[in-house]
């Protein structure tokens, strides 16, 4: 009988949130799974110089101090000492990550290496010519490579020739998060009455690859209303834009909201937008969070898991990245036809029941864990 693993999962956001969604959500969904199954030590920044932590029965958070944040890098002195006294099983990174990287290097700890490669480093060419050598040689040494997508590892140029020790592990979701309970029913008519039945949902963070710009431009010719979540450092940028555009009466920032609130602005809308423009956006969670609420989404066609997720014709419509005209086009074809959308959202449910649970996650993220452990 194979002995129960120790996993540490490297994990440098800003903090280890359990309620965000993007990556960071996804990585505190994990540990909380996992701990069912073996020990869990989850390695992470503070925010600020204390280090700090706790324990939830087999899973040990522990928060390490942070000097400063560069380029949305959280720098930690002391996480290569921390990472190299914990003596794990398997030690699994979360990429891009320079600090991560760095400290395994130093710390050199022992047992098996795997990377989940979670995007491509699009913007920062200059640090992307340094990091390049040293990142490639992370992948060479690492046991198993994840990624979300068969169409994100293919058209990934940083993966080179580490594409054959990948394994495509699609991210799951817990449904029972989603589900439209009665103690929501009355926030979620609130918002139907607010936003009507042309309502076009946004979720995200406010950064370049999203490209929010292009659905205010589409949203310009369009009569509905568009309610964006997330925020961000295009915050103020985006909102300017919106009242150029003409368009301020009809788009609400929200900002950060609670699960529960973006649990309900997913049900109480028409559609869910996911606009973005370039690799970064390498699948796009939040489209299986509308799916799993029946809801269509029109998103872009990128060379990365996003159209796979969402599937043409199937889930939702996709549209190519940057093109107004096609977007608005999408938007309104959905806006026009309550049917279709009923249609759309239904099957992206079923999609997401049958290969985007977190059970199923999970279960294949431990086939590849004992696999690793078997192998000599």
Not at 35 to 54: D, I, N, P, Y
Not at 217 to 228: D, H, K
């Amino acid at each position: 009988m194979l002995r129960r693993p120790m996993f540490t999962i490297v994990q440098l956001y800003k903090a280890y949130p359990p309620m965000r969604g993007g990556i960071p959500g996804y990585v505190a969904l994990l540990s909380q799974e996992l701990k069912k199954f073996c020990h869990v030590v989850v390695l992470t920044s503070a925010a600020g110089w204390r280090r700090t932590e706790e324990t939830d029965g087999n899973l040990r958070v522990i928060r390490v101090l942070r000097l400063m944040e560069l380029r949305s890098t959280a720098l930690c002195p002391t996480l290569p000492w921390e990472l190299g006294r914990l003596h794990a099983d398997i030690v699994h990174l979360h990429f891009p990550d320079p600090m991560a990287h760095l400290a395994f290097w130093l710390a050199r700890p022992p047992g098996k290496l795997v990377v989940s490669w979670h995007g491509d480093i699009t913007r920062q060419s200059l640090l992307l010519r340094f990091y390049r050598g040293s990142l490639r040689s992370v992948f060479r040494r690492a046991n198993a490579i994840i990624v979300g997508s068969p169409s994100f590892r293919d058209g990934s140029t940083l993966l080179g020739a580490s594409r054959e020790r990948c394994a495509v592990i699609p991210y799951g979701i817990d449904l029972d998060r989603f589900e439209l309970t009665q103690g929501l029913q009355t926030r979620v008519s609130d918002l139907r009455q607010r936003y009507g039945d042309r309502g076009i949902l946004f979720v995200g963070r406010l950064v370049h690859y999203k490209g929010l710009e292009f659905l205010l431009q589409a949203v310009q010719g369009l009569n509905a209303r568009l309610c964006v979540i997330g925020g961000g450092p295009l915050g103020t940028r985006l909102q300017q834009q919106a009242i150029e555009l003409g368009i301020h009466g009809k788009v609400e920032f929200l900002g950060e909201v609670p699960q529960e609130e973006l649990v309900a602005h997913l049900h109480a809308c028409t559609m869910l937008v996911l606009p973005s423009v370039n690799r970064s956006e390498s699948f796009g969670i939040v489209q299986l969070e509308a799916m799993a609420c029946r809801k269509p989404v029109v998103s872009t066609n990128l060379p990365t898991g996003v159209p796979w997720v969402n599937q043409d014709g199937r889930t939702g419509l996709v549209v190519p990245p940057g093109n107004v005209v096609a977007l608005r086009l999408a938007i309104q074809q959905l806006l026009d036809n309550p049917d279709l959308c009923s249609e759309l959202g239904e099957r992206g449910r079923q999609r997401v029941e049958s290969e985007f649970t977190k059970e199923l996650h999970i279960q294949r993220l431990l086939q590849l864990y004992r696999e690793l452990l078997r192998a000599p």
